[in-house]
């Protein structure tokens, strides 16, 4: 597992460069099976990235842009009626990929919005009453701009749950950005990738992610952690049950990219961030005062001690 993440990460490194966290970070929530919410401005990789991992799994992908005017059935797909069979017959939308990227989803109704949510929780789409199964594998990427306010919905927390992880791609270091413009002119485009693993070895992998052991004391430490969100004073909502469970497949599946088939406590505080931040909701007097969720999960991730290791 540890030297096939590896070739995954140098591999989409050919096309994203100075931005090896993010990439590490998605490639961990595809292979635990989730989603990932990128938000970020323009110009900073995130539809390379998404491509790039398709391609880089032997996938396809397929990219939405979100707009007001977007319907569900544009994502989901529609059955239409044959003339020549005399029957309906379903054409799929564009969330039937190996990685969809969902851009700018913010822009979307909120009904549009949630064509995905059986999708992702479920990998399944149901139209006229006939279930279509998504992968594996099958990842929605799903981006917003966290400036440009104006014509968006906010993402409703039930949606904001399903999503493994949120990240931030960030601008590159002033070296990484230089050595952008010097290989501007031979630089290897998403589109130009091979891919590393087969479908095949690829689900093989991820079917290892689940026996790597969490010992009882780190069960504990997440709920524990998950269990704080809840009564902080400056959050009105906390994390649920399955921000928890998205903890510990995390983990593991990070633990497995280094090649251990056990969790340590640095697995589960590296990456309580990425995948519990954006199901907190701060309180109105919080937001006022600039403290958002990851303020809050750093300052829990200091407070909340690991229970002992026993039993």
């Known amino acids: 597992m540890d030297q096939a993440f590896r070739k995954l990460v140098e591999h989409i490194e050919q096309v994203i460069q100075g931005k090896r966290d993010a990439i590490q970070l998605a490639l961990v929530c595809l292979f635990a099976q989730g989603h990932l919410l990128i938000e970020d401005v323009p110009g900073v990789g995130k539809t390379s990235l998404a491509k790039a991992i398709a391609r880089s799994v032997s996938g396809s992908w397929h990219r939405i842009q979100f ?24 054409r799929p939308g564009g969330v039937f990929a190996t990685v969809l990227l969902a851009d700018e989803i913010n822009r979307a109704s909120p009904k549009t919005q949630s ?3 059986e999708a992702m929780e479920e990998g399944q789409v149901t139209v006229d009453d006939h279930t279509y199964p998504l992968g594996p594998p099958f990842m929605v990427i799903a981006t917003q701009n966290p400036i440009e306010l104006e014509g968006t919905y906010p993402l409703p927390e039930a949606q904001l749950d399903r999503f493994l992880m ?12 230089v050595d952008i413009l010097a290989a501007d002119r031979d630089h290897v485009s998403a589109a130009e990738l091979g891919a590393v693993l087969s479908r095949d070895e690829f689900v093989a992998l991820t079917r290892t992610i689940p026996q790597v052991h969490v010992a009882p004391h780190l069960r ?4 524990s952690l998950a269990d704080a969100t ?4 400056a959050l009105a909502l906390g994390a649920s049950p399955r921000g928890a469970l998205g903890l510990q497949r995390a983990a593991r ?5 280094s090649g251990r088939d056990f969790v340590l406590p640095d697995d589960v505080k590296r990456l309580a961030g990425p995948v519990l ?17 990851r303020a809050v999960i750093d300052e829990l991730l200091r407070s909340v001690p690991v229970p002992g290791a026993t039993g």
């Open 115 to 117: 064509a995905l949510l």
């Open 166 to 177: 949120r990240i931030e791609m960030g601008y590159p270091e002033r070296e990484a950005e």
């Open 230 to 233: 809840r009564h902080h004073p």
């Open 253 to 257: 599946a990070w633990a497995a990219a």
């Open 277 to 293: 931040a954006h199901r907190l909701m701060p309180t109105t007097d919080a937001e006022l005062r600039g403290v958002d969720g």
């Open 67 to 90: 707009t007001p005017d977007l319907l569900p059935s544009d994502v989901t797909g529609i059955s239409v009626w044959n003339r020549a069979t005399n029957e309906f017959e379903f």
């Open 220 to 223: 504990e430490y997440i709920v």
